[in-house]
């Protein structure tokens, strides 16, 4: 066979059903595409008259209006922008895929750049027919002498042309909505909608209902008399803040945007005004909500512009996956209308934005810990899940913050890990130590303070596993819960011998493997500083971890319950009660003297199981009743 060749071609009839079915994924998006091919057209017509190549009328106002008329069963668009001439409908809507905002923005693209065209396949407009069975276009070009145009179709490869009897400039666009897009004809649905979308749009959107019934009041107040009517409200903010220079916005505004766009009447802590144009476009605001504890359960927002047409929420490709955490919007002109995640995630460009904004992040940290010490301690309990999450996530983020990550500590303080070293390195060298429940763990935080020691508090889910990062960046440091071992700082000097000592520990261990009926215990007995205490129990830090671990994930196929355990019982030679038990093996009141010491010890180191629970209450009563 010889060469052949050749352009392949496209028929509507077959173009149709992609554009229904496959191109949007989500039904309502003909409505952004609709209103934005409005703005478009009056964005183009602002540019032409900045350039003296169109003149409007004094009193023009730029509008959109949207109208749902239920019983007509239409949804009409209507824009006074640039309208267009019967060739520009043949070019522009009947070429399906020839984009006339490309066409526009190459023929102008050096003479005037500020306003943002949205449109660039040339595939929006067809996005009506996933509602409408038939649309109408009537359309009146800004052009001197232009005749008006009317364009039918009703989705097959047909159109109709003819004249309109439109008389104003700019386009109106009727969908006689079909069985698929009933939803529409709800004015609350379509208003939802355009908010979705279209609430930061540079054009205004007003939505009218002809249909609906005024309350007959609705114009008197209570005491009869007659108001003004209100005037109808844009449904947009037609310039959101975070286009203004960050110099230029107050507090407040930060704080009310943040309340429209969020609807949550919470204060943010702080924010973050992104404003980039190279080397690419960016802009938006990230807030800091209140956190708290309960991060696991809390969803942030960030909502993606792409110039001031919403495009999606909590895109984590774009955005890291840590800061999903705030809130924020974030408009960037750069990324394509329609996002499929597959692109994002192989795209560089994507990668560079998602690092600039952790870069961002980490430095409005710095900054705020260097110049607002105090503020930042005082949001620390806020965002500390969040900063930990990030550190977790993201190396560069953990480079940059380690610094001023801070650690509550027992004594109340905010300090820096480097700080905290610093200042009980005389006690313990290159240690940490850390609390998980300041009441559970009451008694040895009492014995620390007692000793001027301090520990740092790690009571969230995310401390554990940052624990651990932790002491895998810093290789010298290392972190031991308060109950895992003794320190020497506790203890006071003993005079016994080692061999005497031996002969101590084995003769009490001996009572209390007897009287707790439990062979396999570990006592061991010290000379505490606190003579009240009467016993704790220690349990070492990798055992403990081992332990949390396969609670968490159930690992080796083991449940806790069935791990061996490392806890011993530590004695305290000081104490009264062991005292008599070691005078008095053999007395009635041995064994329970014995357990009540092992429960008040279990209980300072871990939640009884009910079992346990039930025994110890009854054995407290029972020596209760001897007092009598
Ligand atoms: N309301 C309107 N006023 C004036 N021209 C319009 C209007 N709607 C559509 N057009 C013209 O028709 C062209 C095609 O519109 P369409 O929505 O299909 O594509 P687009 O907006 O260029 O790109 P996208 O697919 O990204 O929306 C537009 O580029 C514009 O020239």
Redesign the pocket.
């Known amino acids: 066979m010889s060469t052949e060749k050749g352009n392949l071609s496209i028929h509507s009839e077959n173009i149709f059903p992609i554009i229904k079915k496959w191109l949007y994924s989500d039904h309502d998006i003909f409505v952004r595409?609709l209103i934005?091919?409005?703005c478009?057209?009056i964005t183009k017509l602002k540019k032409l008259d900045a350039m003296g190549e169109a003149s409007l009328p004094e009193d023009n106002e730029f509008k959109i209006e949207v109208i749902v008329d239920d019983k007509e069963e239409t949804l009409t668009f209507i824009?006074n922008?640039?309208?267009?001439t019967d060739e520009?409908v043949k070019q522009?809507?009947n070429q399906i895929a020839f984009?006339?905002?490309?066409?526009?923005m190459n023929k102008y693209k050096d003479k005037a750049n500020e306003d943002q065209i949205?449109?660039?396949?040339?595939?929006?407009?067809?996005s009506a027919f996933m509602v409408a069975k038939k649309v109408t276009i009537d359309?009146l070009s800004y052009k001197e002498g232009s005749k008006a145009v009317k364009w039918v179709s009703d989705g097959g490869n047909e159109y109709e042309m003819s004249d309109s009897d439109r008389t104003e400039r700019?386009?109106k666009?009727t969908l006689n909505i079909g069985e698929d897009g009933k939803d529409f004809l709800n004015e609350y649905t379509v208003r939802t909608t355009i908010e979705k979308y279209c609430s930061l749009m540079p054009i205004e959107i007003y939505l009218i209902n002809p249909n609906k019934e005024e309350p007959k009041n609705e114009n008197e107040d209570e005491k009869g008399e007659v108001k003004e009517p209100e005037e109808p409200k844009p449904l947009n903010d037609t310039t959101p803040l975070y286009l203004k220079k960050p110099n230029e916005c107050t507090d407040e505004e930060y704080k009310e945007f943040y309340r429209k766009t969020f609807m949550d009447f919470k204060e943010p802590l702080f924010w973050i005004h992104l404003n980039m144009d190279y080397p690419f476009n960016l802009k938006g605001i990230l807030y800091f909500p209140k956190i708290g504890n309960q991060f696991e359960t809390m969803e942030g927002q960030i909502k993606l512009y792409n110039n001031q047409v919403f495009v999606a929420d909590n895109i984590k490709e774009v955005i890291p996956e840590f800061l999903l955490l705030l809130k924020g919007i974030l408009d960037c002109p750069d990324l394509p209308?329609n996002v499929s995640r597959s692109f994002l995630q192989n795209d560089g460009f994507v990668k560079k934005i998602s690092s600039y904004i952790t870069k961002k992040v980490a430095d409005k940290l710095n900054s705020l810990y260097k110049k607002e010490k105090e503020s930042f301690e005082k949001f620390w309990d806020d965002i500390h899940p969040f900063i930990k999450f990030g550190c977790l996530k993201d190396d560069k983020f953990f480079d940059k913050t380690n610094g001023i990550i801070l650690y509550k500590t027992t004594t109340g303080d905010y300090v820096t890990l480097q700080e905290y070293l610093d200042r009980n390195k005389d006690k313990h060298e290159n240690k940490v130590y850390y609390v998980t429940d300041e009441t559970l763990q009451a008694q040895y935080i009492k014995m620390f303070k007692d000793n001027d020691m301090e520990a740092v508090i790690m009571n969230t889910t995310i401390d554990q596993p940052f624990i651990s990062h932790v002491e895998m960046k810093e290789k010298d440091t290392k972190f031991v819960r308060i109950d895992a071992d003794l320190t020497d700082n506790l203890k006071d000097e003993d005079d016994s011998s080692e061999e005497d000592n031996k002969k101590l520990q084995e003769e009490v261990q001996g009572i209390f493997r007897k009287s707790l009926s439990n062979e396999n215990l570990t006592v061991n007995i010290e000379n505490l500083k606190d003579e009240e205490i009467s016993a704790m129990i220690i349990l070492p830090e990798e055992s403990r971890r081992m332990q949390d671990m396969s609670k968490m994930y159930g690992m080796f196929g083991m449940d806790a319950a069935s791990m061996p355990s490392n806890e011993s019982l530590l004695l305290n030679k000081k104490n009264k009660l062991v005292k008599y038990i070691l005078e008095n093996k053999d007395t009635e009141n041995t064994d329970m003297f014995c357990q009540q010491i092992y429960d008040l010890a279990m209980i300072s180191h871990k939640q009884l199981s009910p079992e346990a629970m039930t025994t110890f209450i009854e054995r407290s009563n029972k020596i209760l009743q001897k007092l009598i």
């Open positions: 595409e934005s091919n409005g478009d057209a824009d922008g640039i309208g267009m520009e522009y809507i984009s006339g905002a490309e066409d526009f949205i449109g660039h396949f040339g595939l929006g407009f067809y359309t700019g386009t666009i209308l």
